[in-house]
Protein backbone atom coordinates (compact mmCIF):
# COMPACT_ATOMS: atom_id res chain seq x y z
CA UNK A 1 0.00 0.00 0.00
CA UNK A 2 3.29 2.30 0.68
CA UNK A 3 4.61 2.31 -2.37
CA UNK A 4 0.77 2.75 -4.53
CA UNK A 5 0.16 5.32 -2.09
CA UNK A 6 3.38 7.11 -2.79
CA UNK A 7 3.03 6.74 -6.71
CA UNK A 8 -0.63 8.67 -6.61
CA UNK A 9 0.26 10.89 -4.18
CA UNK A 10 3.38 11.93 -7.01
CA UNK A 11 1.10 11.49 -10.13
CA UNK A 12 -1.15 14.27 -8.43
CA UNK A 13 -2.44 16.88 -11.21
CA UNK A 14 -1.00 20.26 -10.31
CA UNK A 15 -4.15 21.57 -10.68
CA UNK A 16 -6.18 19.06 -8.60
CA UNK A 17 -8.15 21.13 -5.25
CA UNK A 18 -6.18 19.17 -2.81
CA UNK A 19 -8.31 21.00 -0.20
CA UNK A 20 -11.58 19.50 -1.37
CA UNK A 21 -9.82 15.91 -0.61
CA UNK A 22 -8.81 16.74 2.75
CA UNK A 23 -12.59 18.07 3.56
CA UNK A 24 -14.42 15.06 2.01
CA UNK A 25 -11.67 12.76 4.84
CA UNK A 26 -11.77 14.95 7.98
CA UNK A 27 -15.43 14.78 7.47
CA UNK A 28 -16.00 11.05 7.66
CA UNK A 29 -13.03 10.82 10.35
CA UNK A 30 -15.00 13.61 12.31
CA UNK A 31 -18.43 12.36 12.08
CA UNK A 32 -16.19 8.33 13.10
CA UNK A 33 -15.02 10.01 16.37
CA UNK A 34 -17.96 11.68 17.55
CA UNK A 35 -20.04 8.17 17.20
CA UNK A 36 -17.99 6.19 19.07
CA UNK A 37 -16.99 9.02 21.98
CA UNK A 38 -21.04 9.76 21.91
CA UNK A 39 -21.70 5.95 23.11
CA UNK A 40 -23.09 5.50 26.26
CA UNK A 41 -23.21 1.85 27.00
CA UNK A 42 -24.70 0.61 30.20
CA UNK A 43 -26.35 -2.25 31.43
CA UNK A 44 -29.47 -2.16 33.45
CA UNK A 45 -30.43 -4.17 36.32
CA UNK A 46 -31.97 -7.15 34.22
CA UNK A 47 -28.62 -7.70 32.48
CA UNK A 48 -29.96 -5.76 29.21
CA UNK A 49 -26.93 -3.56 27.45
CA UNK A 50 -28.65 -0.04 26.12
CA UNK A 51 -26.37 2.12 24.22
CA UNK A 52 -27.25 5.84 24.95
CA UNK A 53 -26.04 8.96 24.27
CA UNK A 54 -23.51 11.09 26.15
CA UNK A 55 -25.30 14.45 24.82
CA UNK A 56 -28.37 13.19 26.58
CA UNK A 57 -26.66 13.05 29.68
CA UNK A 58 -24.82 15.87 30.00
CA UNK A 59 -26.68 18.34 28.14
CA UNK A 60 -24.31 21.19 28.20
CA UNK A 61 -21.43 19.28 25.56
CA UNK A 62 -24.66 19.91 22.85
CA UNK A 63 -23.43 23.20 21.53
CA UNK A 64 -20.37 21.09 20.51
CA UNK A 65 -22.01 19.63 18.13
CA UNK A 66 -22.12 23.28 16.06
CA UNK A 67 -18.45 22.71 15.35
CA UNK A 68 -18.96 18.55 15.16
CA UNK A 69 -21.59 18.00 13.18
CA UNK A 70 -19.89 18.17 10.02
CA UNK A 71 -21.54 16.30 7.14
CA UNK A 72 -22.71 19.27 5.54
CA UNK A 73 -19.21 19.95 4.62
CA UNK A 74 -19.31 16.01 3.63
CA UNK A 75 -22.38 17.07 1.13
CA UNK A 76 -20.95 20.10 -0.09
CA UNK A 77 -17.77 18.92 -1.30
CA UNK A 78 -19.93 16.24 -2.74
CA UNK A 79 -21.45 19.13 -4.99
CA UNK A 80 -18.27 20.29 -6.05
CA UNK A 81 -16.86 16.86 -7.37
CA UNK A 82 -20.43 16.15 -8.84
CA UNK A 83 -20.49 19.44 -11.03
CA UNK A 84 -16.79 18.69 -12.07
CA UNK A 85 -16.79 15.02 -12.77
CA UNK A 86 -20.20 15.45 -14.57
CA UNK A 87 -18.99 18.57 -16.98
CA UNK A 88 -15.94 16.29 -17.48
CA UNK A 89 -17.43 13.46 -18.90
CA UNK A 90 -20.07 15.67 -20.45
CA UNK A 91 -17.62 16.84 -22.94
CA UNK A 92 -15.59 13.24 -22.96
CA UNK A 93 -19.26 12.12 -25.18
CA UNK A 94 -19.11 14.91 -27.60
CA UNK A 95 -22.14 16.23 -25.99
CA UNK A 96 -24.43 12.78 -25.99
CA UNK A 97 -26.42 11.75 -22.86
CA UNK A 98 -23.75 10.25 -19.67
CA UNK A 99 -26.69 10.03 -17.16
CA UNK A 100 -25.73 5.98 -16.47
CA UNK A 101 -22.21 5.99 -17.11
CA UNK A 102 -22.31 9.30 -14.61
CA UNK A 103 -24.08 7.68 -11.73
CA UNK A 104 -21.77 4.37 -11.97
CA UNK A 105 -18.61 6.07 -11.84
CA UNK A 106 -19.90 8.61 -8.87
CA UNK A 107 -21.36 5.66 -6.77
CA UNK A 108 -19.28 2.70 -7.80
CA UNK A 109 -16.80 3.53 -4.53
CA UNK A 110 -19.80 4.41 -2.41
CA UNK A 111 -22.05 1.42 -3.23
CA UNK A 112 -19.65 -1.59 -3.59
CA UNK A 113 -18.29 -1.48 -0.26
CA UNK A 114 -22.00 -0.70 0.95
CA UNK A 115 -23.28 -4.20 -0.63
CA UNK A 116 -20.44 -5.61 1.18
CA UNK A 117 -21.64 -4.39 4.27
CA UNK A 118 -25.28 -4.92 3.62
CA UNK A 119 -24.05 -8.59 2.71
CA UNK A 120 -21.90 -9.40 5.57
CA UNK A 121 -24.07 -8.12 8.39
CA UNK A 122 -27.10 -9.27 6.41
CA UNK A 123 -26.28 -12.89 6.18
CA UNK A 124 -24.55 -12.68 9.99
CA UNK A 125 -28.07 -11.76 11.24
CA UNK A 126 -29.49 -14.59 9.54
CA UNK A 127 -27.36 -17.00 10.73
CA UNK A 128 -27.67 -15.78 14.10
CA UNK A 129 -31.81 -15.52 14.16
CA UNK A 130 -31.57 -19.44 12.58
CA UNK A 131 -29.71 -20.45 15.40
CA UNK A 132 -31.32 -18.61 17.85
CA UNK A 133 -29.07 -16.74 18.91
CA UNK A 134 -29.57 -13.10 19.96
CA UNK A 135 -30.19 -10.89 23.40
CA UNK A 136 -28.13 -8.19 25.17
CA UNK A 137 -25.25 -5.83 22.73
CA UNK A 138 -25.84 -8.50 19.47
CA UNK A 139 -29.38 -7.19 19.31
CA UNK A 140 -28.48 -3.68 19.85
CA UNK A 141 -26.01 -3.92 17.45
CA UNK A 142 -28.27 -5.66 14.92
CA UNK A 143 -30.50 -2.28 15.17
CA UNK A 144 -27.63 0.36 15.21
CA UNK A 145 -25.10 -0.85 12.82
CA UNK A 146 -27.49 0.20 10.23
CA UNK A 147 -28.08 3.53 10.79
CA UNK A 148 -25.15 5.53 9.61
CA UNK A 149 -26.47 4.26 6.03
CA UNK A 150 -28.99 7.03 5.70
CA UNK A 151 -26.30 9.16 4.93
CA UNK A 152 -25.70 6.73 1.99
CA UNK A 153 -29.08 7.26 0.52
CA UNK A 154 -29.26 10.90 0.97
CA UNK A 155 -25.76 11.47 -1.22
CA UNK A 156 -27.26 8.35 -3.35
CA UNK A 157 -29.78 11.27 -4.12
CA UNK A 158 -27.86 14.30 -4.37
CA UNK A 159 -25.71 11.91 -7.40
CA UNK A 160 -29.40 11.15 -8.91
CA UNK A 161 -29.96 15.11 -9.09
CA UNK A 162 -27.04 16.22 -9.89
CA UNK A 163 -26.99 16.77 -13.64
CA UNK A 164 -30.83 18.64 -13.38
CA UNK A 165 -29.89 20.74 -10.64
CA UNK A 166 -26.24 21.79 -12.04
CA UNK A 167 -28.07 22.99 -15.18
CA UNK A 168 -30.10 24.96 -12.96
CA UNK A 169 -27.00 26.45 -11.51
CA UNK A 170 -25.65 26.84 -14.49
CA UNK A 171 -28.70 29.19 -15.85
CA UNK A 172 -29.50 31.09 -12.32
CA UNK A 173 -26.17 30.68 -10.18
CA UNK A 174 -26.91 32.08 -6.80
CA UNK A 175 -30.82 32.21 -7.63
CA UNK A 176 -30.93 28.11 -8.01
CA UNK A 177 -29.86 27.95 -4.50
CA UNK A 178 -31.64 30.60 -3.12
CA UNK A 179 -34.50 28.97 -4.22
CA UNK A 180 -33.75 25.86 -2.04
CA UNK A 181 -32.82 28.01 0.54
CA UNK A 182 -36.57 29.47 0.66
CA UNK A 183 -38.22 26.30 -0.30
CA UNK A 184 -36.90 24.93 3.22
CA UNK A 185 -37.61 28.24 5.02
CA UNK A 186 -41.25 27.47 3.64
CA UNK A 187 -41.45 24.04 4.74
CA UNK A 188 -40.59 24.82 8.12
CA UNK A 189 -43.04 27.76 8.36
CA UNK A 190 -45.59 25.51 7.15
CA UNK A 191 -44.79 22.49 9.62
CA UNK A 192 -44.24 24.88 12.75
CA UNK A 193 -46.71 27.91 12.12
CA UNK A 194 -49.66 26.34 10.39
CA UNK A 195 -48.82 22.78 11.68
CA UNK A 196 -49.48 21.48 8.12
CA UNK A 197 -48.45 17.22 8.38
CA UNK A 198 -46.20 15.30 6.68
CA UNK A 199 -44.64 18.49 4.81
CA UNK A 200 -41.73 18.59 6.87
CA UNK A 201 -40.13 15.52 4.89
CA UNK A 202 -39.64 17.77 1.89
CA UNK A 203 -36.13 19.34 3.65
CA UNK A 204 -34.50 16.05 3.18
CA UNK A 205 -34.06 17.20 -0.62
CA UNK A 206 -34.19 21.22 0.07
CA UNK A 207 -31.88 21.30 3.04
CA UNK A 208 -29.65 19.26 1.47
CA UNK A 209 -29.69 19.65 -2.23
CA UNK A 210 -29.20 23.23 -0.92
CA UNK A 211 -25.78 22.36 1.17
CA UNK A 212 -25.01 20.11 -2.52
CA UNK A 213 -25.61 23.24 -4.58
CA UNK A 214 -22.71 25.34 -2.46
CA UNK A 215 -20.19 22.66 -3.75
CA UNK A 216 -21.47 24.11 -7.92
CA UNK A 217 -20.77 27.62 -6.26
CA UNK A 218 -17.71 26.47 -5.12
CA UNK A 219 -16.68 24.43 -8.49
CA UNK A 220 -17.48 27.87 -10.51
CA UNK A 221 -15.52 29.64 -8.17
CA UNK A 222 -18.39 31.96 -6.90
CA UNK A 223 -18.48 31.04 -3.30
CA UNK A 224 -16.57 34.10 -1.99
CA UNK A 225 -17.01 36.25 0.99
CA UNK A 226 -16.18 32.88 3.19
CA UNK A 227 -16.44 34.88 6.36
CA UNK A 228 -19.99 36.56 5.78
CA UNK A 229 -21.29 33.04 4.68
CA UNK A 230 -19.97 31.48 7.66
CA UNK A 231 -21.33 34.81 10.00
CA UNK A 232 -24.62 34.96 8.34
CA UNK A 233 -25.14 30.95 9.05
CA UNK A 234 -24.02 31.37 12.88
CA UNK A 235 -26.50 34.28 13.10
CA UNK A 236 -29.14 32.70 11.85
CA UNK A 237 -28.89 29.20 13.53
CA UNK A 238 -27.79 30.76 17.16
CA UNK A 239 -31.66 33.47 16.48
CA UNK A 240 -33.58 30.08 15.45
CA UNK A 241 -33.17 28.31 18.38
CA UNK A 242 -32.89 31.13 20.67
CA UNK A 243 -36.22 32.36 19.40
CA UNK A 244 -37.81 29.08 17.49
CA UNK A 245 -38.77 25.60 18.32
CA UNK A 246 -35.73 24.49 17.11
CA UNK A 247 -33.32 22.24 19.66
CA UNK A 248 -29.43 23.29 20.53
CA UNK A 249 -28.05 19.86 19.41
CA UNK A 250 -27.45 19.57 15.63
CA UNK A 251 -27.91 15.85 15.99
CA UNK A 252 -30.80 13.68 16.51
CA UNK A 253 -31.08 13.16 20.76
CA UNK A 254 -33.31 10.26 21.85
CA UNK A 255 -37.07 11.32 23.10
CA UNK A 256 -37.06 15.10 21.32
CA UNK A 257 -39.76 16.03 20.32
CA UNK A 258 -38.58 17.72 17.55
CA UNK A 259 -35.21 17.44 15.83
CA UNK A 260 -32.80 19.24 13.70
CA UNK A 261 -31.96 16.16 11.64
CA UNK A 262 -34.75 13.83 10.84
CA UNK A 263 -36.23 15.94 9.18
CA UNK A 264 -33.63 18.57 8.43
CA UNK A 265 -34.94 21.96 9.59
CA UNK A 266 -33.79 25.47 8.50
CA UNK A 267 -31.81 25.94 11.73
CA UNK A 268 -29.51 22.84 10.26
CA UNK A 269 -29.28 24.33 6.49
CA UNK A 270 -28.09 27.45 8.73
CA UNK A 271 -25.68 25.51 10.31
CA UNK A 272 -24.37 24.13 7.16
CA UNK A 273 -23.98 27.60 5.88
CA UNK A 274 -21.79 28.57 8.56
CA UNK A 275 -19.46 25.09 8.62
CA UNK A 276 -18.95 25.98 4.49
CA UNK A 277 -18.16 29.51 5.34
CA UNK A 278 -15.95 28.13 7.87
CA UNK A 279 -14.17 25.88 5.90
CA UNK A 280 -13.76 28.16 3.13
CA UNK A 281 -12.12 30.56 5.34
CA UNK A 282 -9.42 28.17 6.03
CA UNK A 283 -8.54 27.04 2.87
CA UNK A 284 -5.36 29.56 1.86
CA UNK A 285 -3.57 27.91 5.37
CA UNK A 286 -4.72 24.95 4.76
CA UNK A 287 -3.70 24.82 0.99
CA UNK A 288 -0.17 25.33 1.88
CA UNK A 289 -0.36 22.46 4.34
CA UNK A 290 -1.09 20.03 2.07
CA UNK A 291 1.89 20.99 -0.32
CA UNK A 292 4.01 19.06 1.82
CA UNK A 293 4.60 15.81 0.12
CA UNK A 294 4.01 13.53 3.50
CA UNK A 295 0.56 15.55 4.62
CA UNK A 296 -0.50 14.85 1.27
CA UNK A 297 0.29 11.30 1.34
CA UNK A 298 -1.70 10.71 4.45
CA UNK A 299 -4.89 12.69 2.59
CA UNK A 300 -4.05 10.32 -0.13
CA UNK A 301 -3.89 7.24 1.99
CA UNK A 302 -6.95 8.24 4.02
CA UNK A 303 -8.96 8.62 1.10
CA UNK A 304 -8.30 5.15 -0.22
CA UNK A 305 -10.32 3.77 2.82
CA UNK A 306 -12.80 6.62 4.17
CA UNK A 307 -15.69 4.91 2.85
CA UNK A 308 -14.92 1.15 4.34
CA UNK A 309 -13.83 2.67 7.46
CA UNK A 310 -17.15 4.69 8.22
CA UNK A 311 -19.53 1.69 7.02
CA UNK A 312 -17.74 -0.58 9.82
CA UNK A 313 -17.01 2.18 12.47
CA UNK A 314 -20.11 1.27 14.48
CA UNK A 315 -19.14 -2.45 14.29
CA UNK A 316 -16.01 -1.92 15.59
CA UNK A 317 -17.34 0.54 18.12
CA UNK A 318 -19.63 -2.42 19.72
CA UNK A 319 -17.26 -5.24 19.16
CA UNK A 320 -15.07 -3.26 21.83
CA UNK A 321 -18.22 -2.93 24.28
CA UNK A 322 -18.81 -6.50 23.89
CA UNK A 323 -15.25 -7.79 23.99
CA UNK A 324 -15.33 -5.92 27.70
CA UNK A 325 -19.13 -6.90 28.42
CA UNK A 326 -16.85 -10.25 27.70
CA UNK A 327 -14.42 -10.09 30.17
CA UNK A 328 -16.22 -8.68 32.62
CA UNK A 329 -15.10 -5.26 32.91
CA UNK A 330 -17.44 -2.84 34.39
CA UNK A 331 -18.79 0.02 32.18
CA UNK A 332 -18.99 3.07 34.54
CA UNK A 333 -21.89 5.52 34.72
CA UNK A 334 -21.96 7.98 31.39
CA UNK A 335 -19.52 10.60 32.05
CA UNK A 336 -18.55 9.82 35.07
CA UNK A 337 -14.51 10.40 36.07
CA UNK A 338 -14.30 6.73 35.38
CA UNK A 339 -16.14 6.87 32.16
CA UNK A 340 -14.08 9.17 30.63
CA UNK A 341 -10.74 7.81 32.20
CA UNK A 342 -12.06 4.75 29.80
CA UNK A 343 -12.56 7.11 26.66
CA UNK A 344 -8.84 6.65 25.52
CA UNK A 345 -8.49 2.85 26.11
CA UNK A 346 -11.82 2.27 24.45
CA UNK A 347 -10.83 4.99 21.38
CA UNK A 348 -7.88 3.14 20.94
CA UNK A 349 -9.56 -0.43 20.83
CA UNK A 350 -12.00 0.90 18.36
CA UNK A 351 -9.22 2.06 16.10
CA UNK A 352 -7.49 -0.97 16.28
CA UNK A 353 -10.45 -2.93 15.55
CA UNK A 354 -11.69 -0.44 12.35
CA UNK A 355 -8.35 -0.49 11.33
CA UNK A 356 -8.45 -4.86 10.72
CA UNK A 357 -12.12 -4.61 9.25
CA UNK A 358 -10.59 -1.58 6.76
CA UNK A 359 -7.37 -4.08 6.42
CA UNK A 360 -10.43 -6.92 5.40
CA UNK A 361 -12.89 -5.64 3.21
CA UNK A 362 -10.60 -2.01 1.80
CA UNK A 363 -10.35 -3.91 -1.89
CA UNK A 364 -13.91 -3.42 -2.19
CA UNK A 365 -13.37 0.46 -2.23
CA UNK A 366 -11.00 0.44 -4.82
CA UNK A 367 -12.06 2.22 -8.26
CA UNK A 368 -12.93 0.44 -11.32
CA UNK A 369 -10.28 0.99 -14.60
CA UNK A 370 -11.60 4.29 -16.33
CA UNK A 371 -13.79 3.27 -19.38
CA UNK A 372 -14.89 5.26 -22.54
CA UNK A 373 -18.35 7.18 -22.26
CA UNK A 374 -21.28 6.35 -25.20
CA UNK A 375 -22.17 9.48 -26.47
CA UNK A 376 -26.02 8.43 -26.72
CA UNK A 377 -27.62 5.47 -24.63
CA UNK A 378 -30.86 4.01 -24.09
CA UNK A 379 -29.93 2.95 -20.32
CA UNK A 380 -31.09 6.01 -18.72
CA UNK A 381 -34.20 5.00 -17.22
CA UNK A 382 -32.42 1.45 -16.24
CA UNK A 383 -30.00 3.73 -14.17
CA UNK A 384 -32.76 5.99 -12.37
CA UNK A 385 -34.84 3.30 -11.72
CA UNK A 386 -32.21 1.70 -10.33
CA UNK A 387 -30.23 4.68 -8.54
CA UNK A 388 -34.27 5.36 -6.65
CA UNK A 389 -34.35 1.55 -5.99
CA UNK A 390 -30.81 1.87 -4.29
CA UNK A 391 -31.60 4.69 -2.17
CA UNK A 392 -34.93 3.64 -0.75
CA UNK A 393 -33.43 0.06 0.00
CA UNK A 394 -31.11 2.15 1.87
CA UNK A 395 -32.95 4.35 3.75
CA UNK A 396 -34.87 1.46 4.65
CA UNK A 397 -31.81 -0.81 5.90
CA UNK A 398 -30.97 2.60 7.92
CA UNK A 399 -34.40 2.55 9.85
CA UNK A 400 -35.64 -0.97 10.26
CA UNK A 401 -31.79 -1.95 10.91
CA UNK A 402 -30.97 -6.24 11.05
CA UNK A 403 -32.61 -7.74 13.75
CA UNK A 404 -35.75 -9.52 12.88
CA UNK A 405 -34.83 -10.31 9.73
CA UNK A 406 -37.57 -13.79 9.69
CA UNK A 407 -39.88 -11.92 12.10
CA UNK A 408 -41.38 -9.39 9.92
CA UNK A 409 -39.76 -6.16 11.50
CA UNK A 410 -41.23 -2.91 9.98
CA UNK A 411 -39.91 0.72 9.74
CA UNK A 412 -42.10 3.39 8.23
CA UNK A 413 -40.24 5.15 5.23
CA UNK A 414 -42.23 7.63 3.20
CA UNK A 415 -45.36 6.26 4.35
CA UNK A 416 -44.91 2.86 3.27
CA UNK A 417 -43.76 -0.06 6.17
CA UNK A 418 -40.55 -1.67 5.18
CA UNK A 419 -39.12 -5.04 6.22
CA UNK A 420 -35.44 -5.60 5.99
CA UNK A 421 -35.22 -8.49 3.46
CA UNK A 422 -37.34 -6.08 1.43
CA UNK A 423 -35.12 -3.31 1.74
CA UNK A 424 -32.26 -5.48 1.45
CA UNK A 425 -33.63 -6.67 -1.99
CA UNK A 426 -34.64 -3.33 -3.16
CA UNK A 427 -30.27 -1.91 -2.14
CA UNK A 428 -29.19 -4.82 -4.76
CA UNK A 429 -31.50 -4.95 -7.57
CA UNK A 430 -31.08 -1.12 -7.38
CA UNK A 431 -27.38 -1.29 -7.52
CA UNK A 432 -27.13 -4.39 -10.30
CA UNK A 433 -29.26 -1.57 -12.28
CA UNK A 434 -26.85 1.10 -11.77
CA UNK A 435 -23.84 -1.12 -12.37
CA UNK A 436 -25.39 -2.82 -15.73
CA UNK A 437 -26.48 0.40 -17.00
CA UNK A 438 -23.48 2.53 -16.68
CA UNK A 439 -21.37 -0.74 -17.97
CA UNK A 440 -23.71 -1.55 -21.17
CA UNK A 441 -23.22 2.06 -22.13
CA UNK A 442 -19.35 2.01 -22.15
CA UNK A 443 -18.78 -1.47 -23.44
CA UNK A 444 -21.43 -0.93 -26.65
CA UNK A 445 -19.06 2.83 -27.32
CA UNK A 446 -15.76 0.81 -26.98
CA UNK A 447 -17.08 -1.35 -29.57
CA UNK A 448 -18.18 1.28 -32.09
CA UNK A 449 -14.43 3.04 -31.44
CA UNK A 450 -12.72 -0.15 -32.47
Not at 366 to 381: D, K, L, N, Y
Request: charged share 10%; hydrophobic share 55%; proline share 6%.
Amino acid sequence: MGSSVRELAEKTPAGRDRYIDLLRVASLGTVVAGHWLMAAVTVGDDGRAEVGNLLAVVPQLQLLTWALQIMPVFFFVGGFSHALSYRSMSRASNGGSVYSAFLRARLQRLLRPTMVFIGVWGAGALILQLGGQGGGLLDVALRLVAQPLWFIGIYLAMVAFTPPLLRLHERWGWGAFGALVAAAGAVDVARFAFGVPYLEFLNFAFVWLAVHQLGFLRADGKLRLPYVLAGTGLAGAALLVALGPYPLSMVGMPGERVSNMAPPTFALLCHGLWLVGAVEALRGPATRWLARPRVWRGVVAANGISMTAFLWHLTAMLGVYGMLLALGVPLPEPASAAWWAQVPLRMAAAVALTAALVAAFRRFERPAAAEPIAPGTASGPAAALGVTLCLFGVLGLSMVGFGGLLEGRTAMLVAVHVTAPAAVAMALVGWLLVERAGRGSAVSTARRWR
